[in-house]
């Protein structure tokens, strides 16, 4: 929503008191002075109330979550610490459907948001993995990354796996239950052991996003579970966010 220029509020204010000085030339109005002198009003932070990566960190699923054998690879936890980034939109035309099978493949809807926290456990004797992440956006961006995801499914019904040469094939629709909105993805491989399940989450601003190989419903049961964990934790960090 679009709000009047504040400047033309002022403007239209200051107005008024020159109107009547013309037609009582000897008066004087020292509201007038006062509109003239007044500072400009601050811009407002348009990442105010918007969580930052180290409260987006907390968020996330603690180690004791975690199934014994899926260990946290450090090399892939990162955050957007206390300061924020510039949001950007890109063309999500063409995506590079691989990197569904990637961390961060929340990103493939082409709009990246201020601060993230995201990190991965991998258990390499089973080739298993978990991988969660937290996304916060400015205004109504998250929803539009909700809407995006269903065309990324729609431009990647299919694509070759790079490691085997067989062909991946994506599936996805909404699901309920987990925060606001949620969309479940699916890739299978008659030449993998098992599928894997991506799972996003709308939580207000913020869109939890998890990458699930671990159990033998190509990680569907378990990815639900980790996306409810950590929905939960986001609304409580929110919750505390605004209390403070």
């Not at 000085?21 to 020292?30: E, F, I, M, N, R």
Request: some cysteine; glycine content about 8%; charged content about 20%.
């Amino acid at each position: 929503m679009h709000l009047p220029s504040r400047a033309l509020k002022v403007l239209a204010v200051a107005a008024l008191p020159l109107a009547l000085a013309a037609c009582s030339s000897g008066s004087t109005d020292s509201s007038a002075d006062k509109s003239a002198s007044a500072e400009p009003a601050k811009a407002k932070d348009p990442n105010a109330g918007l969580l930052t990566g180290t409260q987006l960190k907390k968020a996330l699923a603690p180690e004791s979550y975690f199934p014994s054998g899926l260990a946290l690879d450090a090399s892939l936890s990162r955050d957007t610490g206390d300061s924020y980034q510039t949001p950007a939109t890109k063309s999500a035309a063409k995506p590079h459907c691989a990197d569904l099978d990637a961390t961060s493949w929340i990103g493939l809807t082409g709009i990246d948001g201020v601060s993230f926290a995201q990190n991965s456990h991998i258990n390499k004797s089973a080739s298993a993995e978990l991988d969660q992440e937290i996304d916060v956006y400015r205004g109504s961006a998250s929803a539009d990354v909700m809407k995006g995801l269903a065309k990324v499914v729609a431009a990647c019904r299919s694509y070759p796996d790079p490691d085997t040469n067989s062909k991946v094939t994506v599936t996805g629709a909404s699901t309920t239950g987990l925060g606001d909105e949620a969309y479940a993805i699916t890739l299978t491989d008659s030449s993998w052991e098992n599928g894997t399940t991506l799972i996003a989450a709308r939580v207000g601003t913020a869109v939890v996003s998890v990458l699930s190989t671990d159990g033998g419903d190509n990680g569907a049961a378990s990815a639900k579970k980790l996306a409810a964990q950590v929905v939960t934790s986001v609304k409580a960090e929110s919750g505390t966010a605004h209390q403070s």
